[in-house]
């Protein structure tokens, strides 16, 4: 090979050693590029470490330094729940798993009087066996042993049961220990001293007041039948002298005997009934009754009463209800008289409502309810949940207007429970009162009267009535035996409604606008005459008219369904025979007044008491008058200008006490002053200081007495005036 061949190889491996050369630097670069950026990362990352770890060290700072804020703050609460724990007089006490004692207040430890090795760490079985071998705990007629393992077997269960233990000192306390979830137990001891002993004084207190009770109620069923049996011979021969030939004056004082011991047996039939509830020994005798037929009657005995005071008794007996039932008639009677006579006792002007309605069952039985409704003087809210209690009244016990024991209704509702049912009130003061009862009573089967008789008998009823009380329960009577009743409330009104269609007529005596007869005469004018059936509360009023014989029937308020139901089937041939009317009558006003009389003002509402007064002093040259509350007595004294008062205490409206208040402020306008003497049942000690300190000049006590009255009379006279004593 030429020197040029040799040169151009060399040449050639010049160049790729050269080539080789740049590719192993770039390689090199490229390596030194990836190392430097490699470093740089690596150095970024720890750095990024060194903040962590230095984070990681500041937050190790602060979660210790919150562990011993924590920490302090435990301690705190510990110290303070356990000072409070401390403070407390009953004793607390825990215990762990394996029931030994963790920690216990001094309450609990001073139980132990001292014993050192009632600390921490004592297991719960030698605490009992210390409190039985110190003698600790009073464990009654049980042994230790006993004791020890009723304790126990306590202890294990997992809801132990509160028990009380008498200590060694007559102390008592009661434990009551809690297991919690983990095992731990709570124990709180607490004193229950003074709870134990004032229990056992209530105990000895009501069986005392039991005793005295029981004692009482004796007491008062023995007097009760004492005193009844004279009583009976008063009134029964009272009632045989009524029948005997009497003057005016006799047989006014013999009504009176006649009146007012009836009044006080009815008083000793209440405590006497009361006695028996109260010592469990009043029974009841069930036997076949008629309801219906009890209601009337005792609305008929109370028909006089009901209208001298123009107040309507009414009987709404549901029309489809059978009337006979097994129970004890005498007993639900007394609970209907009760009620009825309560009702009408309390109510001065409208109605006296009796509604009974039932559903019968499919046992036989049959559920009634009774209301007795009135528009009376109502009960206020706060008396209603006592009106049932003994000797309750709805009158103020300072204002009397009404008389009674308050037995009635207390009898009431213990009789309607021993018959198994519920009796209530419902009531608005100065409106009225409804008072209801519920009985399960053991219907009879018997015949009923009824509409299946008379059903569409009439075309037209008409029921001429002022009373759309009464006017309603008719309609209801009969409106399945007419095509058409119609209800008119006066004699105008019917006469305008009486067509040729009209087939009877029931009318009332007193019509608003005209005399129920007015209506009858105006009638039989028309073409064609109905029957007429009069009702009022006196059938004999009724048959005295000069045109009773007008009249088909006549009914007596308040009628039963029965009654109605004869009336109706005795058209044809019930006509009254014709009496000679009445005569006018008119009352004949005497006044006497006389110069030389001594002028008393007598201040009583009890009608009774002013008869006995008046009669005790007619002999005297007096000129008497009396008030019936204290309200009318200062009113008379006004007009009146009395030498003396007597004055009762307990009277409506306004007592004696306030009218004689009243009076001395009228007299110190006059600068006169009037004697007063009281005449009271106020006769307790005390009750005398208490009524001259109202300004009464003398004191007498109830039941009065004539030679006192004489004298109180005679000492005040004017002078001049002749008593005639």
């Known amino acids: 090979m030429g020197i040029s061949g040799k040169l151009a190889e060399e040449r050639r491996g010049r160049l790729a050693a050269e080539r080789l050369l740049e590719l192993k630097q770039e390689e090199l670069f490229a390596a030194n590029r990836k190392l430097g950026r490699h470093a740089q990362a690596l150095s970024e990352e720890i750095v990024e470490t060194r903040a962590e770890i230095s984070t990681v060290r500041d937050e190790n700072q602060r979660v210790k330094s919150d562990l011993t804020v924590a920490h302090q703050k435990i301690e705190i ?48 079985a030698r605490i009992l066996q210390l409190l039985t071998e110190e003698g600790i705990v009073n464990i009654g007629a049980a042994s230790p042993a006993e004791w020890r393992a009723d304790m126990h077997e306590r202890w294990q269960s997992d809801h132990p049961n509160s028990v009380v233990i008498q200590l060694w000192n007559d102390e008592y306390i009661q434990l009551i220990d809690r297991r919690g979830h983990g095992g731990d137990v709570v124990s709180l001891v607490l004193d229950i ?17 039991e005793s005295a009770n029981r004692a009482k109620s004796a007491f008062l069923a023995n007097m009760s039948h004492e005193i009844r049996t004279p009583m009976n011979g008063v009134v029964g021969m009272a009632d045989l002298m009524a029948n005997t030939v009497l003057d005016d004056e006799q047989r006014l004082y013999v009504d009176t005997i006649k009146t007012s011991g009836e009044a006080l047996l009815v008083i000793i039939n209440d405590v006497l009934d009361y006695s028996k509830i109260e010592a469990d020994k009043m029974s009841l005798h069930p036997e076949p009754f008629d309801f219906e037929k009890s209601i009337h009657q005792i609305l008929i005995m109370l028909q006089t009463s009901a209208s001298e005071k123009r107040v309507d008794l009414l009987l709404d007996y549901q029309v489809s209800l059978t009337s006979t039932f097994i129970a004890d008639p005498g007993r639900i009677r007394q609970v209907l008289t009760n009620l009825i006579g309560n009702a009408l006792k309390f109510t001065l002007e409208g109605h006296v409502l009796v509604r009974v309605t039932g559903e019968e069952k499919s046992s036989g039985n049959c559920a009634l309810q009774v209301v007795i409704e009135d528009t009376g003087i109502g009960i ?82 008409i029921i001429a009535e002022k009373s759309s009380v009464a006017a309603s329960i008719l309609e209801k009577q009969l409106s399945g035996m007419a095509n058409k009743v119609t209800l008119c409330p006066d004699g105008s009104a019917a006469l305008s409604a009486i067509t040729d269609q009209t087939d009877l007529v029931l009318v009332g005596l007193d019509l608003p606008d005209k005399n129920g007869f007015d209506l009858v005469q105006a009638v039989g004018k028309k073409t064609k005459f109905p029957a007429f059936i009069m009702m009022n509360h006196s059938a004999a009023e009724v048959s005295k008219h000069a045109d009773a014989d007008l009249l088909s029937g006549v009914l007596q308020k308040p009628m039963s369904r029965q009654a109605l139901y004869s009336a109706l089937e005795n058209l044809s041939k019930s006509k009254s025979p014709k009496c000679v009317p009445d005569a006018a009558s008119s009352e004949q006003i005497l006044a006497k007044s006389e110069s030389n009389k001594m002028k008393i003002l007598t201040a009583e509402d009890n009608k009774t008491n002013q008869l006995v007064f008046k009669k005790m002093v007619k002999s005297l040259n007096i000129d008497l008058v009396f008030a019936a509350n204290g309200e009318e007595a200062v009113e008379l004294y006004k007009t009146y200008k009395p030498d003396l008062i007597f004055m009762d205490i307990s009277m409506p409206k306004m007592d004696g006490k306030d009218a004689t208040r009243a009076i001395r402020a009228l007299e ?32 007498l006590t109830k039941p009065l007495r004539k030679p006192a009255i004489f004298e109180q009379i005679s000492h005040h006279a004017p002078k001049g005036v002749c008593l005639g004593i």
């Open 668 to 699: 110190t306008l006059s600068q006169t002053r009037t004697p007063i003497v009281a005449l009271t049942a106020h006769a307790m000690s005390g009750d005398e200081a208490d009524i001259l300190a109202a300004g009464l000049d003398k004191y």
């Open 193 to 209: 001293t003074e709870s134990v002993t004032y229990e056992k004084a209530l105990k000895a207190a009501q069986e005392s007041a």
């Open 380 to 461: 206020p809210d706060e008396k209603i949940a006592h009106i049932f209690g003994e000797f309750n009244q709805v009158d103020d016990k300072k204002n009397r207007r009404f008389e009674g024991t308050g037995l009635g209704l207390a009898i009431s509702e213990r009789l309607i429970k021993m018959m198994g049912g519920k009796i209530w009130v419902e009531s608005e003061d100065g409106v009225g009162s409804k008072f209801e009862f519920n009985l399960e009573l053991e219907r009879v089967e018997t015949p009923r009267d009824g509409l299946r008789d008379f059903c569409n008998k009439f075309d037209q009823i």
């Open 77 to 124: 609460v510990e110290r303070r729940l356990w000072h409070s724990i401390e403070t407390i007089r009953d004793g607390f006490a825990v215990f762990d798993i394996d029931n030994q004692l963790v920690m216990a207040n001094n309450a609990y430890l001073s139980i132990f009087d001292g014993l050192e090795e009632i600390q921490p760490g004592v297991p719960y």
